[in-house]
C-alpha cells in the first residue's frame, strides 16, 4: 500500500517544522542573552573590584585619603574648567586668530577694533535695543523719501526747508520697520505653528 500525502497534510507538516525551528532558535538566542548577560555582570564587578584596590594601595603609598573619602569630606566638583568665562574667552581669542589671519591687513585692524570686549558688548546691547536692523533700514529709507520730496516741494513752491523733517521722518520710519518686524515674526510664527 502506498501512503499519498494530501496538499494540506503536506502544508501541517511544513508548519510544524517551522514551528520546532523558531522554538529552537528562541531557546538558542535567550540562552545567549543570559551568557552575555552574566559575562557583563563578571567583568563590571572584577572591575570595580580592581578600582577599589588600586585607591586604597595609592591611599596607603602616598597618604592621600580614597576617592570614597573625599567624596565624604568634600563635594564632588564637576570639571568646570570647560565651562569657566576665562576658557570661553580664551576659545574665542583662538579662533579670532584664526579667522584674522586669512584677512588682510586693513580688515584685521578693524576687526581687533570690533571685537573690543567694550565696544562688542555696546553693540550687542544696542543691537537687541535700539539698533535694530529692520529698523534702520525702513527709517533710512523713510526719512530718504520724505527728505527728498520735502525738499522738492519746497524749492519748487519758494519755501524754507525745515531740517528737522529729516529727524522726524527717520523716527517714523524706524517706528514703521519695528511694526513691520512684529508682524512679520507673528505672521511667520502662526504658519509656523499650522
Not at 17 to 34: F, V
Not at 83 to 88: I, L
Not at 160 to 179: E, K, N, P, R, V
Amino acid at each position: 500500500m502506498s501512503e499519498t500525502h494530501t496538499p494540506s497534510q503536506e502544508k501541517q507538516e511544513t508548519a510544524a517544522n517551522l514551528h520546532e525551528q523558531h522554538k529552537h532558535q528562541q531557546e538558542i538566542l535567550n540562552e545567549a542573552k543570559n551568557e552575555a548577560s552574566k559575562a557583563e555582570n563578571e567583568h563590571a564587578s572584577k572591575i570595580e573590584q580592581i578600582r577599589d584596590l588600586v585607591n586604597e594601595q595609592a591611599a596607603e603609598t602616598t597618604g592621600h585619603p580614597s576617592r570614597e573619602q573625599t567624596a565624604q569630606d568634600e563635594p564632588e566638583e564637576a570639571n568646570t574648567y570647560w565651562y569657566s568665562r576665562e576658557y570661553r574667552e580664551l576659545a574665542f581669542k583662538q579662533l579670532m586668530n584664526r579667522v584674522r589671519k586669512h584677512m588682510s591687513k586693513p580688515d584685521q585692524a578693524v576687526s581687533k577694533l570690533i571685537h573690543r570686549p567694550g565696544i562688542e558688548k555696546a553693540s550687542e546691547i544696542g543691537e537687541k535695543t535700539v539698533a535694530r536692523t529692520s529698523g534702520v533700514l525702513v527709517g533710512s529709507i523713510f526719512s530718504f523719501i520724505a527728505s527728498l520730496a520735502t525738499y522738492y516741494f519746497s524749492r519748487k513752491n519758494g519755501y524754507d526747508m525745515t531740517y528737522s523733517i529729516f529727524i522726524a521722518s527717520f523716527i517714523g520710519g524706524f517706528f514703521a520697520g519695528l511694526l513691520i518686524e512684529l508682524i512679520y515674526k507673528a505672521v511667520r510664527s502662526l504658519l509656523s505653528r499650522s
